[in-house]
């Protein structure tokens, strides 16, 4: 598998992982130190700001996500992901919808046993889903 197959293929393992509402298939394919800066949040470093984030989310609703690579390219040990997701989500209990959309720029670091670990995760919201002011 080629490095460009094996961040495609992890990527699709995180997807599958919360439309499935499977943390820990989430978490196995990010870096101990993943960095999230996702528009109008904190930022947070480490697996277990991860699990704290979507633990919650995922016990309360269910996701169907989607994901559109607009450029993916390696640099060394590095590669950058960008894209345009997209992701529907209905509360268990009371199936309220709701959803987002925007871009998301990941970065993926090549680990010593050859796979890859998301490292870093920014997205910003269109414009549609932005907060009110």
């Known amino acids: 598998m080629s490095d460009i197959e ?15 509402g499977d943390l820990d298939r ?4 990010c870096h101990p130190e993943v ?3 996702n ?3 904190p930022t947070t470093i480490g697996i277990q700001a991860i699990r704290d984030k979507y633990g919650p989310r995922i016990e309360q609703s269910i996701f169907k996500s ?8 390696v640099y060394g040990d590095f590669a950058i992901l960008i894209g345009y997701f ?7 209990e009371t199936g309220q919808t709701g959803n987002g959309e925007g871009r998301l720029t990941l970065a993926y670091q090549r680990l010593s046993d050859g796979s890859w670990k998301m490292l870093l995760d920014v997205d910003n919201n269109d414009e549609t889903n932005a907060p009110k002011a």
């Open 39 to 41: 528009e109008y949040q």
């Open 66 to 73: 989607g994901f559109e690579i607009q450029h993916l390219k």
């Open 6 to 20: 094996k961040i495609k293929f992890a990527l699709n393992e995180w997807l599958q992982g919360l439309d499935a």
């Open 26 to 29: 989430m978490v196995v394919t």
């Open 86 to 92: 997209t992701v529907e989500i209905t509360h268990k």
């Open 35 to 37: 960095i999230v800066c």
